[in-house]
């Protein structure tokens, strides 16, 4: 089943090119998105999405954040499932609800949608599983087409969560207006090379896998990255933390400076995230006073850093949506690798469940 795959967490790296292909399929135009399962008249009288769900779902929300205010124009909110639920969130009628979960039944993301129904917003989820609880629940729903994720630590769910709301984006956009079909058609061709550029490449995997032996004893791991590879770094430390048992943070690169540069020393590893087409040089500036405090830096770029004492690159690519995905590898290559050279079981990490239908 494993298909030669040391772990099904492996393979589902491995598969995310065919994955997204498939999340794809029949739904990009020349210069619109089209999605069959859903009726425009959703997005009527909509001034707000307000977007909810738990760990790794929460981080394909946050990236859709960044992605629905710069190429949809439409204010966005975001919210921790089991924040949300508890804290007497107000809630407008002009507010698409949108809850993302890979499984569609974990239980606090599942209450927000009842929550968000019985307030009389209009809902829509974007999940994984055909028939499931929330797809029941909502309004409308996009399947993410991932097919069934058997690792606990989630991969191919994220990426195609990614590619769905980078379509949902554009889709807004033509409703709003807020790009023009030039500009929708130039995105449409640089999501279909998405598929190529997630394909793992074996030089690249050998790599990852030698630069990984360096990463197994400090004190803590800082994943940093600007705008949407402020969320890549939050999912690079969430995959770590499940697989490795290591501490890691995700964090925005310019946020370090504000206190946690205190914590620089050679134990301190930073992984930092360097796309060349969006603030290279902010990133670069923070990743360099860290190098100036001694912290250990593995920098992922396109650009060679000289500061970094690894550095892996990443295939030559014009558009800063495919470093994001080329980067998504790296980070979850790196995991897998760190956390097999530790010896743990990469499928069955401690304390940790695949779906989480409990409080
Ligand atoms: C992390 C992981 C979890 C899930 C979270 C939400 O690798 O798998 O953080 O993302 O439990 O699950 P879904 O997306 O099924 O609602």
New binding site residues.
């Given amino acids: 089943q494993k298909d030669g795959f040391r772990f099904f967490m492996e393979k589902e790296i491995y598969e995310q090119s065919v994955v997204i292909s498939d999340t794809l399929m029949g739904r990009l135009r020349e210069d619109e998105v089209v999605f069959d399962e859903l009726d425009s008249t959703l997005f009527d009288g909509i001034n707000e999405i307000k977007l909810c ?5 929460y981080h394909s929300a946050m990236s859709a954040s960044y992605l629905f205010e710069r190429y949809s124009k439409i204010k966005t909110s975001l919210e921790i499932a089991s924040e949300f639920r508890y804290r007497e969130p107000i809630m407008t009628k002009d507010t698409l609800f949108v809850a993302i ?3 569609g ?2 239980a606090d ?1 599942l209450e927000t949608l009842k929550m968000a129904k019985a307030a009389g917003l209009k809902t829509l989820v974007i999940c994984n599983v055909d028939n499931s609880s929330m797809v029941r629940v909502a309004d409308a729903a996009i399947l993410t087409r991932a097919g069934i994720e058997k690792g ?3 991969t191919k ?1 994220f990426a195609t969560q990614v590619v769905v709301f980078w379509m949902l984006s554009l889709y807004v956009a033509k409703l709003k207006g807020s790009l023009t079909k030039m500009e929708i058609a130039a995105h449409i061709s640089t999501l279909r090379e998405v598929p190529s550029h997630v394909k793992v490449d074996d030089e690249m995997h050998e790599r990852i896998k030698r630069v990984s032996k360096r990463y197994l004893h400090g004190h803590g791991f800082f994943f940093i990255g600007r705008d949407i590879f402020y969320p890549l770094a939050l999912e690079g430390a ?2 770590l933390k ?1 697989i490795s048992y290591l501490h890691a943070e995700g964090y925005p690169a310019g946020e370090m400076k504000h206190g946690p540069i205190a914590l620089a020393d050679p134990e301190l590893f930073t992984i930092a995230l360097l796309p060349k087409h969006l603030h290279y040089e902010k990133s670069k500036s923070n990743v360099e006073e860290l190098s100036a405090r001694d912290s250990t830096i593995c920098a992922i770029s396109q650009i060679p850093f000289d500061k970094a004492d690894d550095f892996i690159e990443i295939t030559t690519c014009e558009s800063y949506m495919l470093e994001f995905f080329e980067m998504m590898v790296v980070v979850q290559l790196l995991s897998l690798e760190i956390s097999i050279r530790l010896g743990n079981d990469v499928d069955m990490p401690r304390n940790l469940a695949k ?2 239908t409990v409080e």
Avoid: M, N
Wanted: aromatic residues 0%.
């Fill in positions: 769900a738990c760990g790794t779902s979960s890979q499984s039944e974990t993301t606990v630590a989630s769910a969430l995959k499940e779906s989480v």
